[in-house]
């Protein structure tokens, strides 16, 4: 018989924390409606009345089948929970589910807060009465528990009693500072549930200060809470909170958790999890972690040919979960370390099956090396290597010719007098036997300047004539540039990230001396490749 384990997601506020990073409603809103889609039980909106953008997000809240939650404080010293302005604009914001943080640490009550050790029993025992009196579902914070209780452990103790005989459905273990190890927080959790408070009542609150917080999750888990608390792909102030696209995987798939748990989260659900993951990314305007557990773009890579000799065989061999389980993809990177096991792999994820031993395995593999010793670099562009294999395999349909281009940069003045930058780029190509020419500017909407490289990729897309809708939801989201020799001999390598509207990602190179040539060659091998996995015919 399977437990029930609650999700609690703080992405909205815990996320916010983060530097660099500051929600937008629309944002708030879209993130809010995919957390509810991927199934987790609470949504932590913010804090109302913190900042207008929280405000307005509760004025406007989504209708989500998850429990719709307020963030706020335990009522001041001096106010009764009725009269506190701070926590009324918490309880205006009408949610059915109240978060309030309270100390438990007892030098953060004298130091921080300057009141006596009882006051804030007393203020965290009242505000939770005042919760269940209003018809609330009420959760304590117990921020700095785990250094509150090695300091102080029966004022700590005291502290979560307070509220959960006021009536809290949940008391929240707060790992403030993200520096308490796994095992001490598995003894902790064990004495608060020895002390009174059942674990089917207790929920956990980790930062990733010492890189445990999923550990430290899983730890409390193991010893009885029964609520998880963190954020996705692992937002938070400093080194982040508990990272949920690696927390909640793991809780389905892996054992003992899969067969002990359930939560609101459907195996059809978590077949989006990378998705998901990419899109607070992409909402943020932030490079997805190649390396994160599960979804990032390298967790089913495999480069040694030893491996990918076995992956061959058998995926199971160095892969610890199906791929698509999380909806990612298993890539095998060719690179001039590749043998053919590499390659064979490698072409068989692109769905081209070449026999092994036949001739052309290795033509395709002194085309690679040849081609990396010039500045290439195919480890890292999947979809550039797939169409040199199929070139070299005659397999590489012509869906247009580029006859020219053109890339100007104009310094000029504005009407408010400002010196500004302007990039202008004309593109010829043949389609069949039409040519086309597009001409498109780097001045975006909000009269900002994206540069040559911006107009040269919006005027190659403008018009290509039968394959326009094919390309109309591609993307380009992320630009890297790197010189891969010096002096005289200088060669630029531009990789480029496209994405398109089915969440699809892929990258491709170019190389060059010149950037504006290398990043165009990119620039077309991305829409070469868009083109041919969808099926377009050449015209």
């Known amino acids: 018989m399977t437990e029930r384990l609650y999700l609690y997601d703080t992405t909205l506020r815990d996320g916010q924390q983060t530097q660099g990073v500051q929600f937008s409603l629309t944002e708030k809103q879209q993130i809010a409606e995919a957390l509810d889609a991927l199934g987790v039980d609470y949504i932590e909106g913010g804090w109302p009345g913190a900042n207008p953008t929280d405000s307005d997000f509760f004025d406007a809240a989504p209708k989500t089948r998850a429990t719709f939650t307020a963030f706020g404080m335990t009522k001041r010293a001096g106010y009764s929970a009725e009269n506190d302005d701070v926590l009324a604009g918490v309880m205006n914001a009408g949610t059915s589910a109240v978060c309030l943080v309270g100390k438990s640490h007892d030098f953060h009550v004298t130091t921080a807060l300057g009141i006596t050790l009882d006051e804030n029993v007393e203020n965290i025992r009242a505000t939770m009465a005042y919760m269940i009196k209003e018809g609330r579902e009420a959760l304590y914070d117990a921020e700095h528990f785990f250094d509150g209780y090695k300091a102080n452990p029966s004022y700590a103790i005291d502290c979560l009693m307070a509220a959960y005989e006021a009536g809290a459905r949940w008391i929240v273990l707060c790992d403030t500072n993200g520096g ?281 897309a403008k018009d290509l004539g039968p394959y326009q809708s094919i390309i109309e939801d591609m993307q380009l989201v992320d630009f890297k540039v790197r010189i891969t020799q010096g002096g005289t001999e200088a060669q630029t390598r531009v990789i480029i990230d496209s994405e398109d509207g089915a969440g699809h990602r892929w990258s491709t190179v170019g190389v060059s001396p010149n950037i504006v040539d290398a990043s165009f060659e990119a620039l077309l091998d991305a829409i070469t490749w868009k083109l041919l996995r969808d099926g377009a015919t050449p015209a």
């Open 180 to 460: 308490t190890l796994p095992h001490e927080v598995h003894e902790i959790t064990k004495a608060v549930i020895k002390a009174g408070i059942p674990g089917d009542h207790l929920g956990i609150h980790t930062h990733d200060d010492t890189g445990n917080a999923v550990a430290c999750s899983l730890a409390a888990i193991e010893a009885g809470a029964r609520q998880v608390q963190g954020t996705l792909n692992g937002l938070g102030e400093r080194c982040g909170n508990a990272n949920l696209t690696t927390l909640i995987p793991t809780l389905l798939l892996k054992e003992p958790y899969a067969s002990q748990f359930e939560t609101g989260v459907s195996r059809a659900a978590l077949a989006g999890l990378t998705r998901l993951s990419r899109q607070l990314d992409d909402i943020l305007n932030r490079v997805p972690n190649k390396s994160a557990p599960f979804v990032g773009a390298s967790a089913f890579a495999h480069k040694a040919g030893l491996h990918a000799s076995a992956i061959l065989k058998d995926p199971t061999t160095y892969e610890h979960i199906p791929p698509e389980t999380v909806g990612n993809t298993r890539i095998v990177p060719m690179s001039n370390q590749a043998g053919q096991s590499n390659l064979r792999a490698r072409l068989s994820g692109a769905g081209i099956e070449v026999e092994k031993g036949d001739p052309r395995l290795g033509d395709i593999l002194n085309r690679v090396k040849e081609r990396e010793d010039q500045g290439y670099a195919y480890d890292g562009a999947q979809a550039s290597f797939e169409l040199v294999a199929r070139d070299v395999l005659g397999q590489l349909p012509e869906f247009f010719e580029v006859k020219r281009y053109k890339v100007t940069v104009e310094r000029r003045k504005n009407k408010r007098n400002q010196m500004i930058s302007l990039s202008e780029a004309i593109v010829v190509v043949k389609i069949g036997d039409d040519k086309k020419l597009s001409v498109s500017e780097s001045m975006d909407a909000s009269g900002t300047d994206r540069g040559p490289v911006n107009a040269l990729a919006k005027a190659l």
